[in-house]
Nanobody
Framework: QVHLVESGGGLVQAGGSLRLSCAASGTIFSIDTINWHRQAPGKPRELVAAITSDSTTNYADSVKGRFTISRDNAKNTVYLQMNSLKPEDTGVYCC???????????????WGQGTQVTVSS
């Protein structure tokens, strides 16, 4: 069994910063790509940032230059540093990861429950 748990969300004023964490636990052989998604009320889910196993990163245009995704493989944790936050960044932020539980298993996708980020104007 694998679990992903996000933390670090909260209420912040526009221009402020937050650092989200997504920690994976359970039986894990390796973690491939990890993504951060967000969903605002009434809007479709949006891929915000992604990081591959070799730490190649990719960002949505709306967050480039403001958000930074990173990973600590020793801790099975990925971070999302969010700076210069805007009200439109408000939403539930979820991580999902492709995780291989055993060397002989293919990777499977897992999701966390999400953490709320609210940016006030």
């Amino acid at each position: 069994q694998v679990h992903l748990v996000e933390s670090g969300g909260g209420l912040v004023q526009a221009g402020g910063s937050l650092r989200l964490s997504c920690a994976a636990s359970g039986t894990i052989f390796s973690i491939d790509t990890i993504n951060w998604h967000r969903q605002a009320p009434g809007k479709p889910r949006e891929l915000v940032a992604a990081i591959t196993s070799d730490s190649t990163t990719n960002y949505a245009d709306s967050v480039k230059g403001r958000f930074t995704i990173s990973r600590d493989n020793a801790k099975n944790t990925v971070y999302l540093q969010m700076n210069s936050l805007k009200p439109e960044d408000t939403g539930v932020y979820c991580c999902n990861a492709a995780i291989r539980q055993y060397y002989y298993h293919p990777s499977q996708g897992y999701w966390g429950q999400g953490t709320q980020v609210t940016v006030s104007s």
